[in-house]
C-alpha cells in the first residue's frame, strides 16, 4: 500500500521561507499528477500546486511566484519550497494525487504556521 509522510512544517515568520518534503513509497509520482493541498482552520482543503508525470507544474493564483513544487523521482521525494510566507498561508500541507479520487488514502500532514 501506497503511504506518503509530509515533513518540513514549522514556525516561521511573515516573509520566510519553509520546504516541504513527501516522501513517498512506491512509484507513485511517475503514475499520477501530484499535488500539494493545504487546509486552514475552518476552511476547505485546496489544491495550492501540482505536478506532472513530465514535470509539468501548475499554481493556484494564491502562491503563484512564491511556491515551487518539484521532485527527486530517485528518492520518491516530492518538495514545496515556500517563500515569501504570509500569515494567510498557515495550515496543514498534505501530499496527494491529483484528482483526490483516485486514491482514498491521505498521509497525516505538516503543519505551516505564519506568525510573527
Known amino acids: 500500500q501506497v503511504q506518503l509522510v509530509e515533513s518540513g512544517g514549522g514556525l516561521v515568520q511573515p516573509g520566510g521561507s519553509l520546504r516541504l518534503s513527501c516522501a513517498a513509497s512506491?512509484?507513485?509520482?511517475?503514475?499520477?499528477?501530484m499535488g500539494w493541498y493545504r487546509q486552514a482552520p475552518g476552511k476547505q482543503r485546496e489544491l495550492v500546486a501540482q505536478?506532472?508525470?513530465?514535470?509539468?507544474?501548475t499554481y493556484a493564483d494564491s502562491v503563484k511566484g512564491r511556491f515551487t513544487i518539484s521532485r527527486d523521482m530517485a528518492k520518491s521525494t516530492m518538495y514545496l519550497q515556500m517563500s515569501s510566507l504570509k500569515p494567510e498561508d498557515t495550515a496543514v500541507y498534505y501530499c496527494h494525487p491529483y484528482p483526490t479520487n483516485v486514491m482514498e488514502y491521505w498521509g497525516k500532514g505538516t503543519l505551516a504556521t505564519v506568525s510573527s
Open positions: 505536478i506532472t508525470s513530465g514535470g509539468g507544474t
Open positions: 512506491g512509484s507513485i509520482f511517475s503514475i499520477y499528477i
